[in-house]
Structures are given as structure tokens and as C-alpha cells.
């Protein structure tokens, strides 16, 4: 069976209100395709290989967390591997769907909320400030553990190494603030929060003295890695309201 892209996008725009957020580019259809969608793909980011593969499994939407456009990117031709990206969906009619912030921060399907889903954290709440919006979670552990084990269970959940910077390898982790990504430095939220740890997906060589010198310790897990859950939550909900396939791309992005 098809749906029709205006019921796809307006689904969207319902569940993740993308007009909320200040964002680094567009949020919603980002390239219009064919009006009837039977074939959904999603996929992390808008890429060479997601392009093609949303192509070889017949979808005509392809639905990501990094879209195509960008505002420090600033107008760019449509030449070399941008124009890779583009042209197989255009010459195809795949609609192309991009949710960066929206995605990020939903406390239902958000990449934040994905993870502390899958580390069985309770009480969460949203978390961190951009521009007067919430772009990430906070909440309670199962039970308090030393910095060692919580990276050892990120590491199994996000099956990616995980770096850690630690005050005190002693000390129990027992709150932890997540915000996904590349927010490397919002660890002064989680401080401020009074939270004892923090989760993202980038770390730069000063936060890493900066945070435990600070007196939090902070995990990074990967930029696409952290990432990775929100879509296919996303996806998931997509399969449960309308009558079409669904189909996850994955990607071997180490960072």
C-alpha cells in the first residue's frame, strides 16, 4: 500500500514540531519526490552510499537525522560529491526528509531519549539549552556504578569505543545529562545541573582536562554511533501508523 507525502510530512511536522527549534539548516522535505510512498528508508545522514542504497531497495523516501543543507556550508554547486548526493534522488523522485534538532531532542524517538531508553535510566526529563530550546536528556541510572563500568555498558550498547575523563575513577555515577552528537563542550550543563556525568558524542583534547578538572566525568561515544537509535525509533513509529515498508541503511562510520 502508498501513503501520500503530504500525510508523511504532515506526521512529521506533528510529532517532532520542527518549527521549535533554531536550527543549522532546514528541518522537514528537503528534496521533493514522487507524490505515492510505498518504500521507506532511513538512514543517519544524507551521504553518497545512503543516497544510492535508498535507490537499490526502491524507496521513494529516504528519511535522516543530517540532511543535505546546511547554513555554514552556505550556497554550494551542485558539483562533485554534493551533486552525488543529490542526483540519485532527483533522477528518481525519492523525497528526501531531514530532522537534525527535532530529532535530537524528542523525548520519545529523540537520539537522547533512544539512549537512555537502552541504558535503562529512569526518570528523565529534557536537558541543555540551545537557544532557548532542550536538545538532550537527563535522568537516574539503574543503580550507581564507577565510571569504568558505565563505559564498558555504553561500549556494549553503542558497539563503539568510548572515551572517558574522569575526576575520580572511584566515584559512583549514580545522574547522567545526554545530549548527542557533536555538543563536546555542554558538559558545563551537566555540571551546572549538578549532574555527575555526561554522555555526548564528540570529546575535544581540552574538554577532556577541562571536565574532570571540573569535577564530571564525561563520555564520548561517537558522533554517528550516539546518533543511530533515533532513526530507527523514528522508523519504528513510521511502520506502526501507516501501511508501508520500512527499511533501516546502516553505515560503518567509526567517528
Not at 555540571?191 to 581540552?206: I, N, P, V
Request: net charge negative; with cysteine.
Amino acid at each position: 500500500m502508498a501513503i501520500r507525502r503530504d500525510d508523511l510530512t504532515a506526521f512529521f511536522t506533528e510529532l517532532l514540531q520542527p518549527g521549535r527549534f533554531p536550527d543549522y539548516g532546514p528541518n522537514g522535505l528537503q528534496i521533493e519526490g514522487c507524490e505515492n510512498i510505498e518504500r521507506i528508508a532511513f538512514a543517519v545522514s544524507a551521504t553518497v552510499q545512503s543516497a544510492e542504497a535508498a535507490v537499490a531497495t526502491g524507496a521513494q523516501a529516504l528519511v535522516v537525522h543530517h540532511g543535505l543543507f546546511w547554513k555554514f556550508h552556505g550556497a554550494r554547486p551542485l558539483t562533485g560529491p554534493f551533486a552525488r548526493r543529490v542526483f540519485p534522488l532527483v533522477r528518481n523522485a525519492v523525497n528526501l526528509y531531514g530532522y537534525h534538532l527535532p530529532l535530537d531532542a524528542h523525548l520519545e524517538v529523540g537520539n537522547a531519549a533512544a539512549l537512555a531508553r537502552r541504558l535503562g535510566m529512569s526518570g528523565w526529563e529534557p536537558f541543555g539549552d540551545y537557544q532557548g530550546v532542550s536538545t538532550g536528556v537527563q535522568g537516574q541510572l539503574p543503580e550507581p556504578c564507577r565510571p569504568a563500568a558505565l563505559r564498558q555498558r555504553l561500549e556494549a550498547v553503542l558497539d563503539h569505543p568510548v572515551l572517558l575523563a574522569s575526576p575520580d575513577p572511584k566515584a559512583p555515577v549514580r545522574t547522567l545529562g545526554i545530549i548527542t552528537g557533536g555538543a563536546n563542550g555542554e558538559w558545563r550543563q551537566a555540571l551546572a545541573a549538578g549532574l555527575d556525568a555526561y554522555l555526548t558524542g564528540e570529546m575535544s583534547e581540552h574538554d577532556w582536562h577541562e571536565s574532570q578538572e571540573a569535577g564530571i566525568h564525561m563520555f564520548a561515544g561517537g558522533h554517528h554511533a550516539t546518533e543511530q537509535f533515533g532513526i530507527q525509533d523514528l522508523m519504528a513509529r513510521v511502520q506502526a501508523a501507516f501501511p508501508v515498508e520500512c527499511v533501516y541503511l546502516p553505515c560503518d562510520n567509526p567517528a
